[in-house]
């Protein structure tokens, strides 16, 4: 068991032995991307025959649900896809049907989850990145018992995206597969170009999607280091003043910014509960000025250090960029959290170890959200929570902490 006395005791020693170890931080990636970059999208109505014995499809067909999609494999002769809307050339989006009825054709996928895939294109000399998605339409006609599974024909829908390279569009995957779900609501069993929300909202996509990035960061400059550490402490933002536009590219930015993804979901479920508990006060955005204020801010040195990387590169306005160092910021954070974890465990049995925890949690500027992670991750191991306990104490004492955790 460790005393307080001992650990004491333990910094008395020389302290330079104690500073943490150096985490080397990723490259960042070049990229050829540019804020005017080339966006394309195409929408595709798929007419496929329903296999013998393949239930699951029928039960879509009866709840409309988007969660899953039939696990056969369609022939290419059983699949057909009819263009609703596109804004590429005659010559290239046949190319990418002849694309799509191949990829299609090889096996399940999951409605409402997107796949990127590089493809070449006539439009440009370097292959292209292709998001592709299967989506439900709004309404499904009613499935009778009298129909036969052998020689039903299902339809529904195959969303594309295309631009930039593979690699960099896989950084904005989750946000594409929300923007490509919020086309749902306006897909119907014979939808058309000539729908009036179809083409404005497909033509938005690389906007909404992607460059909401930039605009956070830009409308934020150095107030993003609140939003930084709200999404690492799992602090709720309250988003006054905003329209919808820019409250769904703040609410987008919290979410990747978090660990999510990143972290084990039991571990982190268990966390959110925690800070659910304690009610933390939630951080008010006002953006009904031209600049946003912020009520309630918490910030720290370890989130402020990385704002003049974001800043930066803001001014070049490549999101693929923007991302890459948001991916290097949460990337620093969990190599920060395994070290700590580390120097927990020696310092279950070594005073100078949990010297060494200390001076870590004290110098890493992101100590108070650090150690609320790894307080909740080993809250079921004795040795580890009586260590947490001490360094909070002490924590508190030198200043480093200043809320409860």
């Known amino acids: 068991m460790i005393s307080q006395s001992s650990f004491q005791d333990s910094l008395d020693g020389d302290e330079k032995e104690a500073e943490a170890e150096p985490v080397e931080e990723p490259p960042l990636e070049s990229a050829r991307d540019a804020q005017q970059m080339d966006a394309y999208y195409s929408l595709y109505r798929r007419q496929r025959s329903q296999q013998p014995g393949d239930s699951g499809d029928m039960e879509h067909r009866r709840t409309g649900s988007s969660d899953s999609f039939p ?3 369609p022939s290419q002769e059983d699949l057909s896809l009819s263009l609703v809307a596109s804004n590429l050339s005659i010559e290239a989006e046949t190319e990418l049907r ?3 009825i191949k990829r299609l054709s090889k096996g399940a996928l ?11 294109l006539s439009i440009a000399e ?4 292709c998001y592709y998605c299967p989506l439900q339409p709004a309404e499904q006609p009613a499935a009778t018992e009298s129909d036969e599974l052998s020689k039903a024909v299902v339809t529904d829908y195959v969303l594309c995206f295309l631009g930039s390279t593979e690699k960099s569009l896989e950084l904005f995957r989750i946000e594409l597969d929300k923007y490509a779900q919020g086309l749902q609501p306006y897909l119907y069993s014979e939808a058309s170009a000539s729908e009036p929300h179809v ?3 497909l033509s938005n996509w690389y906007e909404e999607a992607v460059l909401y990035i930039h605009r956070v960061v830009q409308l934020f400059q150095e107030k993003l280091s609140i939003l930084l550490r709200a999404a690492l402490s799992h602090t709720p933002v309250d988003i006054q003043g905003a329209d919808s536009k820019m409250k769904q590219a703040i609410e987008w930015f919290l979410c990747a910014a978090s660990l999510q993804g990143l972290m084990q979901e039991d571990t982190l479920a268990s966390l959110c509960k925690a800070m659910a508990r304690e009610q933390q006060k939630a951080i008010v955005v006002d953006c009904s000025g031209p600049t946003p204020t912020v009520t309630n801010a918490v910030s720290n040195k370890f989130c402020e250090d990385w704002i003049p990387s974001f800043l930066n590169i803001q001014e070049t306005g490549n999101p693929f960029l923007i991302r890459q160092i948001l991916e290097n910021f949460k990337l620093k954070t969990i190599q920060d959290m395994n070290s700590l974890k580390r120097y927990i465990q020696q310092a ?6 949990l010297f060494k925890c200390f001076v870590f949690l004290k110098n890493c500027g992101n100590g108070e959200v650090l150690l609320q992670n790894v307080k909740v991750e080993q809250a079921e191991m004795p040795e580890a ?12 004492k030198e200043g480093v902490i200043t809320v409860p955790i």
């Not at 370097?126 to 990145?129: E, I, K, L």
């Not at 929570?385 to 508190?396: A, Y």
Request: hydrophobic share 45%; proline share 5%; aromatic share 12%.
């Open 199 to 201: 083409q404005p909202y």
């Open 385 to 396: 929570r009586s260590v947490v306990k001490v360094l909070e104490e002490f924590l508190h």
């Open 110 to 120: 999951f409605a409402g989850m997107g796949t990127i895939a590089a493809v070449e």
């Open 126 to 129: 370097q292959p292209v990145a």
């Open 98 to 100: 002849t694309f799509l």
């Open 71 to 73: 696990q056969e494999t």
């Open 348 to 353: 279950e049995s070594n005073n100078y170890a």
